[in-house]
């Protein structure tokens, strides 16, 4: 049973850093897959972040490109979000996620989220 | 402003059947798998269908998926008052090489 489990603080002051991990039990990250972090604002619709591939392409979306970073350690089987110069407007639950093999976006074992809000 | 487009809302009575559109591009949808997901409040968002029209082990038959050129439609027979959630589409653009989601379609059943 693949299991996903985000971690990292809840509140982040603006300008400064979010850094979310997400542990993963049942599957090594390494074996294959794509992996990715979403995001759903309060009250919006869900926002593709980005996607890693067990090969080491990532990818990202467009508009965070300059602001994210995503990366695998294989060593303690989790997922890594970073997150710079963040906003009120990145305040939102965020997932990690487990995609489809060929497909980032068959996104099959969800974490239970975690809500990061950005205030001072 | 999200390049795959869903209804806001779509509503039916419980039993009836309903359809959810996602219209994209000849860059995503036109070309790559697309992918349905079921999102309630306070809980992580379900995949209903991948792959267009394929359903993961446990979602009932009720639920289907079907792809026609740069559209993509989800179908729910059978209505029952735990489906009210909101339903997003997913796929991947080959353009932009970004993963992509719909804005989200809200389903009341009345």
């Known amino acids: 049973q693949v299991q996903l489990q985000e971690s990292g603080p809840g509140l982040v002051k603006p300008s400064e850093t979010l850094s979310l991990t997400c542990a993963v039990s049942g599957y090594a990250i390494n074996s294959g897959y794509y992996w990715g972090w979403i995001r759903q604002p309060p009250g919006k619709g869900l926002e593709w972040i980005g996607s890693i591939f067990h090969g080491g392409n990532i990818f990202y979306n467009l508009s965070l490109k300059s602001r994210v970073t995503i990366s695998v350690d294989t060593s303690k089987n989790q997922l890594s979000l970073r997150l710079i110069s963040v906003t009120a407007a990145d305040t939102a639950v965020y997932f990690c996620?487990?995609?489809?093999?060929?497909?980032?976006?068959?996104?099959?074992?969800w974490g239970q989220g975690t809500l990061v809000t950005v205030s001072s | 402003q999200s390049v795959l487009t869903q209804p806001p809302s779509v509503s039916a009575a419980p039993g009836q059947r309903v359809t959810i559109s996602c219209s994209g591009s000849s860059s995503n949808i036109g070309i790559n798998f697309v992918s349905w997901y079921q999102a309630l409040p306070g809980t992580a968002p379900k995949l209903l269908i991948f792959e267009n029209d394929k359903r993961p082990s446990g979602i009932p038959d009720r639920f289907s998926g079907s792809k026609s050129g740069t559209s993509a439609t989800l179908g729910i027979t059978g209505l029952q008052t735990g489906d009210e959630a909101d339903y997003y589409c997913g796929t991947w653009d080959s353009s932009l090489t970004t993963g992509e989601f719909g804005g989200g379609t809200k389903l009341t059943v009345l």
């Open positions: 996620a487990r995609g489809g093999w060929n497909d980032p976006l068959s996104l099959t074992y």
